[in-house]
Structures are given as structure tokens and as C-alpha cells.
């Protein structure tokens, strides 16, 4: 069945890049997502990638894309400790999304 | 903000009994969708309607009812409620049928004593 995976922590030092993978297993993916959650918080959805792209910069934001492999990545340049949070990865499966088990954030100073 | 209105932010019930929430979709979305929160099953679907009409169900259990009105916001009802039901409910809607972008709402926190 369709499934989504992604590593549980990431710690990163304020200025750095972090980089967020995720894999998934639904190959007819129309978008691949990534959504923020933040501490109390809904989810923000923060950008999306259409399954025929293999990268897609939105500021301070990548999204890499390999289908070969189905991998999924997030990079956020210049990391601030108002990035500390939890980034989940979504694929759509028969309109409804999938959701991996989010990666929490932590930036330290 | 997405657009996307959830009331109440916050329930706290007792077992067995029922509760409703409520979603309003972003202005010209036509799907809405529920999910639960929970930290032991994460985010779950559990049902999407479209335009009125159901049009897809997930891991919904026969205890949850959901429904969408003309004016297209939607109400998920909870009956006898157990203790396991105590999650984070979220609303999402997008403008068409599915396969789209879906923006969430704040949620609503459901805390069953």
C-alpha cells in the first residue's frame, strides 16, 4: 500500500542549510507536498511540487524531486530558529494525501 | 492564514458522548476533507466531500459521520466517543475534485475525560 517515510529529527545550527528527505511509494503522485506545523499550530502548507518537475526554488526553499527513486527533499537555506518545527511530506493517493510521519526541526543558535 | 476556518478550537467531553465540528472552506473551494491527529496512527484521512456528495472515505470509524451543506461547509460528528478518539481533527479544502493543493485549517483539539 501507498506509505510515506521520513527521518524523525534533524538539528541544525541557525545559518545553515538543513535538508529534509522523505520517500514515498505511489508512483502516479499528481504533487508531492511539504507542509509546516508549528508548536499548537495547523498545518501551513508551505510548497508543492507537480510530479513532472525535478526541482522547484521558492525562496529560501528547494524541493529536489528524483522519481527514479522516489525521494523527496526539502532544503532551507539560511535556517532560523523560526524554522523549528515539524515538516511533514505528503503524496496524493486517489485525491486524498499521505502523509509521512514528520520530521521535527530544531535550530540552535 | 489559509482561508480555511475550524470551530471549536478546543473540546474537552466525556465518554460516550457526541460532539460536531465544523469547517468553512477557503471562498470557491468545493472539496472538503478531514483528518485526524493522533500520536499514535499520525495523520489520518477520513473522508472528503465534494460539492455536497461524499466522494471518498478513509480510515473513518462507523461511530464519525461527516456531511457537506449547500453553502458547502461541512460538520464531522463524533458519537460515543472513547478515550482513543482524543486527537487533533483537521479540515483541508481545495478548489476541484481532488488531486490538488489542500490548505488546512487550525484544527480542532478534541480531549475525551
Redesign the interface.
Known sequence: GEDVEQSLFLSVREGDSSVINCTYTDSSS??L?W?KQEPG?????LT?IFSNMDMKQDQRLTVLLNKKDKHLSLRIADTQTGDSAIY?CAE?F??????G??TRLQVFP | DSGVTQTPKHLITATGQRVTLRCSPRSGDLSVYWYQQSLDQGLQFLIQYYNGEERAKGNILERFSAQQFPDLHSELNLSSLELGDSALYFCASSPGRGNQPQHFGDGTRLSIL
Not at chain 1, 499550530?41 to 502548507?45: E, H, S
Not at chain 1, 486517489?94 to 502523509?99: G, S, V
Open positions: 499528481t504533487y507536498y507542509y499550530a495547523g498545518l501551513q502548507l508543492y511533514f496524493t486517489t485525491d486524498k494525501l499521505i502523509f510521519t514528520g
